[in-house]
């Protein structure tokens, strides 16, 4: 994996409540620009349907739609991110969902965030793309149990990526094409362009 101006891989954070396009605008960008997209419920399901330890432990959290504790989610995204060699930058896609997570991360030299980009959308867009998208985990008293936990654990993260300079805000009620472009152009301003890493200075402020 490339490294950033600090030795550490190069992390973009992407943040937004269920049915706010994340995995949709990962998966965009990682094909666009030869990024690699890792999500955290992604890695916690393979953990669980290959049987492993963690995915063991982590089942009864996924199956009741309940969060996973930090512990067992901060170990899946270490497994995780090391199979993640090779990219210019890595995004990840539900991970940091606290602060305490965050920490984690910057503790355990598991890479450099150069940015966090909270998808901003309105509760009434979100409600309709869940009730579309049908997934298991998308019942309606899973969905509000989702959406509540967002605003109690994952918002605060927001000001905590605001302070060290690093959060940009992008309006994810457009389509995903604009939305996927506004996300390069971030990317790009800290440097991470396509297959290439440029050292750059700037992290990019709110927006």
Do not use: W
Not at 42 to 57: F, M, N, Q, V
Not at 141 to 149: D, G, N, S
């Amino acid at each position: 994996m490339t490294r950033g101006a600090n030795g550490s891989p190069s992390l973009v954070v992407v943040l937004g409540p269920p049915g706010s396009g994340k995995g949709t605008q990962c998966a965009r960008l990682a094909a666009t620009l030869g990024l690699t997209h890792v999500s955290t419920g992604d890695a916690l399901r393979d953990e669980a349907s290959h049987g492993t330890r963690l995915g063991r432990l982590a089942a009864h959290y996924l199956d009741n739609g309940d969060l996973v504790p930090d512990e067992l989610v901060i170990e899946t995204m270490m497994r995780a991110l090391a199979r993640s060699e090779g990219f210019p930058a890595v995004l990840l896609d539900g991970f940091p969902r606290t602060e305490a997570q965050a920490v984690a991360l910057e503790d355990l030299d598991l890479g450099c965030v150069r940015l966090a980009a909270a998808l901003l959308v309105s509760r009434a867009v979100l409600l309709e793309r869940l009730r579309n998208r049908g997934r298991p985990d998308d019942r309606s008293e899973i969905v509000r149990r989702r959406l509540i936990a967002y605003e109690v654990e994952t918002r605060p993260l927001l000001d905590y990526y605001a302070r060290n300079g690093l959060l940009v805000h992008v309006d994810g009620n457009r389509s995903p094409t604009e939305v996927t472009t506004t996300l390069s152009g971030h990317l790009a301003a800290v440097g991470i362009m396509g297959r290439h890493l440029v050292r750059t200075g700037t992290h990019g402020g709110a927006s």
